[in-house]
């Protein structure tokens, strides 16, 4: 596909069939990801594929846990009540139903940044997430140009506890978001809308806005 | 171009040409930048163009100073002397050059995180990096595209106080990266080397291995 093409029509999946991906689409997705820039090339990534049905069932299990318990689905339905823009009500909607069961995705990608010599960053801090989200970004525009879709998802932040038992994952070794991927299931990939460019642009000082030509 | 040729030749640019890039490759650039995905679709994104030749030469003396009194620009040499891996060599020595002027690029793109309502997060934690990286790495392979080079730089810890001054950055606003954005000169584009995939993937279990078949 043409580049601008998988740029302009990427859009977050949340639907997808149970069909399984195979291990050489998951190949190209993780050899574009880690094609991405990071920190003085350190590559500072660990990238954790679950396909294990237990394993996902587990990680669903252990959402829908937390989800119930701090109210998070009524207050989502509630949100949905009364949000008014049509795209964003779907949207919402969406995401309570894939919260329900994030298991429906065939394959969970979990990036997790680990330990590296230098320079000493935080993996909690927001310059961490530098050497990590881009090749995230990588990886879901690898999937939208294979037809695959993808939704960046950072819930595991309410279930840390419960991936670090389910997929062993060491103490120094911090999991930075959770990637559903499938074949999309009904939903179309984009074009999405967004706030113009214009909007959200300042040239040489803060709030020094420039006409488009 | 196609895409996967963009992901696999993207690289760091750190020596450009001092030709002005016109305004609608620039917009095009943002116009990629905020098709990326953010946390509720919130777009919480400024993107500062730093054009202006005062205010450029501004951050390159504030950023010159810091690394010398932080003594950076020896560390780095010595560290140009001690590294074996060519590649790597010439990629510390090119940052050392690089950052006594960064202001030899002629625009610097500066994507700030701005407060959104809800969810409440710190925009100084790994988890508002997802909403603000990949639209970074969208600007940054959509460069690629068009012919332009960039390169990844997290600098703005070190010179958040001038950035601020400079250009009238506010306390709640969170400066996350600098892009310089120029005409590569002499540099080219990828192929660049990478761990193997094999080497830092693990599925359905920390360690856990899998050969491509």
């Known amino acids: 596909m043409e580049f601008f093409e998988v740029i302009h029509t990427q859009r977050s999946i949340r639907r997808f069939k149970p069909d399984p991906i195979p291990d050489g689409e998951i190949w190209a997705l993780i050899d574009a990801a880690i094609k991405a820039p990071s920190g003085s090339n350190q590559q500072p990534w660990i990238w954790m594929v679950v396909r294990d049905a237990a394993k996902r069932h587990a990680i669903a299990e252990a959402t829908r846990r937390y989800m119930e318990s701090a109210g998070r689905f009524e207050e989502m339905e509630r949100a949905a009540e009364t949000v008014q823009d049509p795209s964003r009500k779907r949207s919402v909607r969406g995401a309570v139903e894939f ?115």
């Open 99 to 213: 919260f329900r069961d994030v298991a429906a995705a065939p394959v969970l990608i979990i990036p997790c940044l680990v330990s590296v010599t230098s320079p000493v960053t935080d993996p909690r801090t927001l310059l961490a997430g530098s050497s990590i989200y881009g090749a995230v970004q990588n990886l879901m525009l690898a999937a939208r140009a294979m037809g695959i879709g993808t939704v960046l998802t950072t819930f595991n932040q309410f279930i840390e506890d419960s991936l670090r038992i389910e997929l062993g994952i060491p103490a120094d070794v911090v999991p930075t978001c959770i990637v559903p991927v499938g074949y999309p299931d009904g939903q179309r990939f984009g074009p999405t809308t967004r706030k113009p460019a214009e909007a959200v642009t300042y040239w040489d000082g803060w709030g020094s806005a420039n006409s488009r030509g």
